[in-house]
């Protein structure tokens, strides 16, 4: 079996610290975003967008040339956005949801001929995944939601030809996602004509939320964990967030009646 590898959203966080961790593992690794890595890397670097279907077909072809199989594929592209559900664009709506989740799609359904008998998929989730949203992460919370339902219905059709299926749930990892996140919230505090003193409250939370992060390579030893398991489990969880996690606890009428006694 051989130690080829492709991963998707390498241009920076999460996607490149997992590429250059497992290149000096010993792994082959390809990564794959539309945008080169701003700073130096070990990796074979392909260009392509994760929503063009012909952009992944070319690189389809050079990895089934060069490399012939792969032993796993590996998801770290994505996108964050907050925003109102009833505010927000439709086009922006849209692109969330063609990059988080029907682009996990493409890659697995393009690359699936090329993966060896027993390879593996792992799938970036989020711990809001499976959490109740919170007011104006919703969309988020949603496409991150469909992305679980899709790995694992995935993973029991996969097993069937052998292959596995696994998910890493982070938590506020130190990345750039985590910066898009400040300037999300802070676009929308500056533009929402519905919510404007509860989005100013709602900073607060997710200041609080976001407060405790992680470095990616974390993510990046997890990953190389996952890989090296013979067994691997479907969910691994990282740096959840306990105030989330007990809030998830709560019947669904506390939750609504904090939320409305904390932002109103």
């Given at each position: 079996?051989?130690?080829?590898?492709?991963?998707?959203?390498?241009?920076?966080?999460?996607?490149?610290?997992?590429?250059?961790?497992?290149?000096?593992?010993?792994?082959?690794?390809?990564?794959?975003?539309?945008?080169?890595?701003?700073?130096?890397?070990?990796?074979?670097?392909?260009?392509?967008?994760?929503?063009?279907?012909?952009?992944?077909?070319?690189?389809?072809?050079?990895?089934?040339?060069?490399?012939?199989?792969?032993?796993?594929?590996?998801?770290?592209?994505?996108?964050?956005?907050?925003?109102?559900?009833?505010?927000?664009?439709?086009?922006?709506?849209?692109?969330?949801?063609?990059?988080?989740?029907?682009?996990?799609?493409?890659?697995?359904?393009?690359?699936?001929?090329?993966?060896?008998?027993?390879?593996?998929?792992?799938?970036?989730?989020?711990?809001?995944?499976?959490?109740?949203?919170?007011?104006?992460?919703?969309?988020?919370?949603?496409?991150?939601?469909?992305?679980?339902?899709?790995a694992y219905s995935l993973r029991m059709e996969?097993?069937?030809?052998?292959?596995?299926?696994?998910?890493?749930?982070?938590?506020?990892?130190?990345?750039?996602?985590?910066?898009?996140?400040?300037?999300?919230?802070?676009?929308?505090?500056?533009?929402?004509?519905?919510?404007?003193?509860?989005?100013?409250?709602?900073?607060?939370?997710?200041?609080r939320v976001e407060s405790r992060s992680i470095?990616?390579?974390?993510?990046?030893?997890?990953?190389?964990?996952?890989?090296?398991?013979?067994?691997?489990?479907?969910?691994?969880?990282?740096?959840?967030?306990?105030?989330?996690r007990l809030m998830h606890l709560l019947p669904?009428?506390?939750?609504?009646?904090?939320?409305?006694?904390?932002?109103?």
């Amino acid at each position: 079996m051989s130690m080829n590898v492709l991963i998707t959203g390498v241009a920076g966080g999460m996607g490149f610290a997992t590429c250059e961790l497992l290149v000096a593992s010993g792994y082959t690794v390809f990564g794959l975003d539309f945008q080169q890595p701003s700073e130096a890397f070990s990796f074979r670097f392909l260009a392509a967008d994760v929503t063009d279907s012909a952009q992944l077909e070319t690189a389809f072809a050079c990895i089934k040339e060069e490399a012939g199989s792969l032993k796993a594929i590996l998801h770290f592209a994505g996108v964050y956005d907050l925003n109102s559900l009833v505010e927000i664009p439709e086009p922006e709506f849209i692109r969330l949801f063609d990059i988080n989740l029907f682009g996990v799609y493409r890659i697995n359904r393009l690359f699936l001929p090329l993966l060896e008998p027993n390879g593996r998929i792992i799938i970036t989730s989020s711990e809001l995944a499976p959490l109740d949203p919170l007011p104006f992460t919703g969309l988020y919370g949603v496409a991150k939601t469909a992305l679980e339902r899709y790995a694992y219905s995935l993973r029991m059709e996969l097993q069937l030809l052998g292959y596995g299926v696994s998910v890493i749930r982070p938590g506020a990892v130190e990345t750039g996602l985590l910066q898009v996140s400040k300037n999300r919230l802070d676009s929308f505090c500056g533009n929402t004509k519905l919510y404007s003193c509860n989005a100013a409250r709602f900073r607060s939370i997710v200041d609080r939320v976001e407060s405790r992060s992680i470095p990616p390579q974390a993510i990046g030893n997890l990953a190389l964990r996952i890989l090296q398991t013979k067994r691997p489990r479907y969910v691994y969880t990282i740096n959840c967030n306990i105030l989330l996690r007990l809030m998830h606890l709560l019947p669904h009428s506390w939750q609504t009646g904090i939320i409305n006694q904390i932002l109103r």
